[in-house]
């Protein structure tokens, strides 16, 4: 079963570099952000011509999420994370599917650091934290992939030193992710490249992408009773250089039956 994760950056706009790439890839499974389209104006017939099931969040001009399945419909479980009502930002969700608890997110950017946006992204990081370690509790089969606006390490950067005041890369950011990987979770692009530069993400600016400048930000999170499943993984780097493009590449997964 291959799964994946890609920040779209406006599915309207990018929508024929989208389904170019569903139909080179073939994922089963496909967690989307950015979605930047009210609930209303989500290309549904365009992706299901493309063979595809939807259930999203959508939110105008910013934020939105979704999860697509090839074939059969996935059951909604939770659309916004839980933990704080009056967040209305389209930032989570999740589907159960092919006996997998999938939970799509785009975690906040959080710049400019420090300030209010940065306090929100700690914020919801915490209430992550909290949604993740139930689902653990549970047991449950659970993938948690998207857009986490974290660079964990100095490796998953390209010059880290340009860096350490940024939102994706305080102290603060890593030391939330670090302690979410605490919980027993697994980074399944880390554990298939332990020693390797991974990017997923290259700025449209500076030539970012020509140079190989880039972050690795968009994460594949395994609980204890799917990691043991992991085949292989990678990052769709080519799609980055197509025309139109989103700033992210699509990072993919395949899971033993």
Not at 22 to 31: F, G, H, K, R, S
Not at 122 to 151: C, I, Q, Y
Request: hydrophobic letters at 40%.
């Amino acid at each position: 079963m291959k799964i994946a994760t890609y920040n779209v950056n406006g599915i309207n706009g990018r929508l024929p570099v989208l389904l170019r790439w569903l139909a080179e890839a073939e994922p089963d499974i496909v967690c989307l952000q950015e979605l930047k389209a009210p609930q209303e104006k989500f290309p549904l017939e365009a992706i299901q011509n493309a063979g595809y099931q939807a259930i999203w969040h959508g939110q105008k001009s910013w934020n939105g999420v979704a999860i697509l399945t090839r074939g059969t419909a996935g059951r909604e479980i939770c659309r916004g994370l839980p933990g704080d009502e009056e967040d209305i930002q389209s930032r989570y969700l999740e589907v159960f599917t092919a006996d997998l608890l999938i939970c799509c997110l785009y975690l906040p950017n959080g710049n400019p650091a420090p300030g209010p946006k940065f306090e929100y992204k700690l914020k919801w990081f915490e209430r992550l934290s909290r949604h993740a370690e139930g689902l653990l509790k549970k047991g449950l089969p659970v993938v948690l992939t998207g857009d986490f606006n974290v660079m964990p390490t100095d490796m998953d950067v390209y010059k880290p030193e340009r860096w350490v005041d940024d939102a994706l890369f305080r102290p603060e950011t890593r030391a939330a992710f670090a302690g979410l990987m605490g919980q027993g979770w697994t980074d399944a692009i880390r554990t298939l490249y332990p020693g390797q530069k991974i990017y997923t993400f290259w700025d449209y600016f500076r030539n970012a992408y020509g140079r190989d400048a880039g972050l690795r930000i968009d994460h594949f999170l395994l609980s204890p009773a799917v990691a043991g499943r992991l085949r292989s993984g990678g990052v769709d780097k080519h799609v980055r250089g197509w025309e139109k493009t989103s700033d992210h590449a699509p990072v993919w997964i395949e899971l033993e039956p």
